[in-house]
């Protein structure tokens, strides 16, 4: 009777094994338990795939003995997790070389293709990967525009109180940068996605003040990067806005607690609910920040379609 009892248990657990075997290879689940979540993508990552209507394929170039091949695939499968129709598949150089010399792709190159445009990256990180997505999803090339020539920071220079390290991060996640001189245009571009007046230590003219509040208008968005030696004259822009800089300048004691040894230091992780600011969780640091008041609430809307356009080329302080 011990000797049945004791197959009839063996028997059940090699059935309960085939079953989970058999269960295994049909259903797959996958958790990610690490504390930063290095095997999952962000919300933002997902976010981009959601919006890509058409198949993706991608194909990665690594030879058999290349140390990332395996790794290549196990990065890829974060992104198939969330978008099953990924294609992908790994092809040796060696294999293809004329298709190699012809595209100049180089080993450990990864190449994306999307509704008959490409992109490739070079390093396994979802930044440089979910970048690269978000410049193909994009159908229209938009324009983040920096007004120029009244010596406003430089989005191309890279001296330390220009924007040029901002401009990087901006233009890796695939939008396109512009420099505009308002004296030199009738109209703001159309497909200006955002215009951006960072400090200018000139006034404007009376032209181009009209230009700014004729785009406000319409419902263009706008970036304005105030100092505190600004012009007295951009107080039109203000107005424009509805804006109301208040003298003064914010202090903060518990900035001397953070370990900083000036209290006009600000740190600061909460923030407005505005849309400018959603998702936004970082820690700021603003250094002699003023306040403001600001309008209420906003009824312009946009009723008509400027018909200037980028054509492409080749080639901090506080926000109010």
């Not at 030879?63 to 290549?72: K, L, Q, V």
């Not at 190449?111 to 490739?120: D, K, L, P, Q, W």
């Not at 120029?148 to 989005?155: A, D, K, V």
């Not at 600061?268 to 700021?284: I, Q, V």
Request: net charge positive; with cysteine; glycine share 4%.
């Amino acid at each position: 009777m011990l000797l049945i009892k004791r197959y009839s248990l063996l028997l059940l657990m090699l059935g309960i094994s085939v079953s989970c075997l058999l269960f295994a290879q049909r259903y797959r689940y996958i958790s990610d338990w690490t504390q930063v979540g290095k095997h999952s993508l962000t919300q933002a990552s997902q976010d981009i795939l959601a919006n890509l209507d058409d198949q993706l394929s991608i194909t990665g170039y690594f030879s058999r003995s290349h140390r990332a091949r395996e790794s290549a695939g196990v990065f890829i499968e974060r992104y198939q997790r969330h978008q099953p129709s990924i294609s992908f598949q790994l092809v040796d150089p060696a294999s293809e070389p004329q298709h190699v010399r012809d595209n100049d792709i180089e080993e450990g190159d990864i190449v994306i293709n999307y509704a008959g445009r490409s992109e490739r990256v070079r390093k396994l990180s979802e930044q440089a990967f979910s970048s690269a997505l978000a410049r193909l999803a994009r159908n229209e090339q938009r324009y983040v525009v920096f007004v120029s020539g009244h010596g406003e920071r430089n989005p191309n220079r890279e001296a330390n109180h220009d924007v040029s390290a901002w401009v990087k991060v901006l233009r890796a996640r695939g939008l396109n940068v512009q420099e505009l001189n308002l004296s030199s245009v009738q109209a703001i571009p159309d497909n200006t996605s955002t215009l951006v007046v960072a400090s200018p230590q000139l006034a404007y003219l009376n032209a181009e003040f009209k230009l700014l509040a004729r785009y406000i208008s319409r419902g263009g968005n706008l970036l304005w990067l105030s100092d505190p030696e600004e012009p007295v004259e951009m107080k039109a822009l203000a107005d424009i806005l509805g804006v109301e800089k208040l003298p003064g300048t914010l202090i903060d004691p518990s900035s001397l607690a953070n370990g900083l040894d000036n209290p006009a230091l600000l740190l600061t992780t909460k923030y407005a609910d505005h849309p400018a600011t959603k998702g936004f969780n970082l820690t700021s640091l603003l250094v002699y920040a003023s306040a403001c008041n600001l309008p209420v609430a906003s009824s312009t809307t946009c009723s008509s379609r400027r018909r200037t356009r980028w054509v492409p080329t080749t080639s901090g302080r506080r926000t109010l």
